[in-house]
DNA sequence: CCCGTGATTTAT
DNA sequence: TAAATCACGGGG
């Protein structure tokens, strides 16, 4: 008998089904604290990368000068979140790295939840093949970057919907959100540039846990 | 600390 | 059309 999960003391708390669209149709502070211990589930060939999500960040639509959707900017990059919550918003930058986003509220309420960190729980394998830089496997997916490159997160997933898709969803992994005690909270990373956005308390992740980006 | 890398955005 | 920027990651 191996050692029992972090996300899951006992195996009466987990499970593997799809959430509800409800689910996403939430703010994406809300969203982003019920996120921490879902699945993000990726099929390859019929094999399954997987891990649960462990630290997350919520952008606030217009108002959000750190968001890419600030002051209401619909672009041809962006226009993934103005979709009804459960979309992915998958977008490429600094020349080499594609991070994800999932998409919050409703139609035409341009909100979302960066996916920042994952604990790796299937298909390491692959992962390590993916991520060639990874000296251990914290490195897998600490990160925006990272967890992209792990599960082979790119633009073809832009627009996506992560409740029925094939190969890329999200699964209700834990039956409840944790509890806030278990997750902490700070300014989000690398937004330096957003004025007073840049220190609210946008970014969650879970207390101790080492698979967590060593942004802050 | 610095730099790669290229799409997107902003300035001229 | 040109320049600057960027929700990052890797290597000193």
Redesign the pocket.
């Known amino acids: 008998m191996g050692k029992l999960s972090d996300h899951a003391q006992d195996v009466s708390m987990t499970c593997t089904k799809r959430p509800s669209r409800q689910f996403f149709r939430r703010d994406p502070v809300t969203l982003g604290r019920a996120l921490l211990g879902q699945k993000l589930v990726r099929v390859i060939r019929g094999r399954r990368l997987a891990g649960t999500i462990v630290e997350t960040?919520a952008?606030l639509g217009a108002i959000?000068k750190?968001?890419?959707?600030?002051?209401d900017?619909r672009?041809?990059?962006?226009k993934s979140?103005w979709a009804d919550g459960g979309t992915a918003?998958v977008?490429?930058?600094?020349?080499?790295?594609h991070?994800i986003?999932v998409v919050a509220k409703r139609v035409e309420d341009p909100e979302?939840?960066?996916i920042?960190?994952l604990e790796p729980l299937e298909g390491l394998a692959i992962m390590r093949r993916n991520?060639?830089?990874?000296?251990q496997d914290t490195?897998l997916c600490?990160?925006?970057?990272?967890?992209?490159?792990a599960l082979a997160i790119n633009?073809q997933f832009d627009g996506s919907d992560l409740i029925n898709g094939q190969q890329l969803f999200i699964e209700l992994f834990r039956r409840r959100a944790y509890p806030a005690r278990q997750i902490a909270v700070s300014p989000?990373?690398?937004?330096?540039?957003?004025g007073r956005w840049a220190h609210k308390p946008l970014r969650f992740f879970l207390t101790q846990n080492p698979h967590v980006?060593?942004?802050s």
């Open positions: 960040e952008y959000d750190a968001a890419h959707t600030y002051g900017r672009t041809d990059r962006n979140m918003y977008y490429f930058t600094y020349g080499m790295h991070c986003n979302a939840v960066l920042r960190a991520r060639r830089a990874a000296k490195d600490s990160g925006p970057g990272k967890l992209c490159q633009h989000r990373i690398g937004i330096a540039y957003a980006s060593k942004g």
